[in-house]
């Protein structure tokens, strides 16, 4: 089948849209019921039981301790793993990591991160 330019040319806005539309919220989902987001776009369903005072708090405490040299170099080894379960490893570190720093910067954070991983004692 042979196009015309014409055809061409009019077909091109409409591969423009399309990723535009690939993007957009699915109609099963308001933006309300979107999970809060903060790691790289991953949906943070632990965080969605959080009050919105909540996620702020944590939020700011995150912000405290995102620079530690302890959390960096965590995050530098999960990036440098090379097999699945080093990475599994490193990632529980790190979480370990950032639980017991972000008890360090802000003590009264403890029942927030309670509500995020229940099953872990807050020390």
């Known amino acids: 089948m042979k196009t ?3 055809a061409t040319l009019l077909m ?3 591969f423009g849209v399309m990723p ?3 993007q957009s919220t699915p109609s099963n989902q308001t933006p309300a019921s979107i999970p809060a987001s903060g790691h790289g776009g991953h949906a943070r369903k632990d965080l969605a039981n959080l009050t919105k ?3 702020q708090q944590l939020k700011a405490t995150m912000k405290q301790i995102k620079n ?3 959390l960096v170099a965590s995050r530098e080894s999960v990036k440098e793993a090379q097999t699945k379960e080093a990475r599994i490893a ?3 570190e790190k979480q370990k990591i950032c639980h017991d720093l972000l008890l360090k910067a802000d ?3 403890a ?3 309670a509500k995020i991983h229940p099953g872990k004692p807050a020390k």
Request: hydrophobic share 45%; glycine share 0%.
């Open 4 to 6: 015309t330019p014409l």
């Open 12 to 14: 091109i806005p409409l």
């Open 20 to 22: 535009l539309m690939a």
């Open 53 to 55: 005072a909540e996620r």
């Open 68 to 70: 530690d040299p302890q």
């Open 90 to 92: 490193a990632r529980q």
């Open 107 to 109: 003590p009264s954070i």
């Open 111 to 113: 029942p927030i991160l």
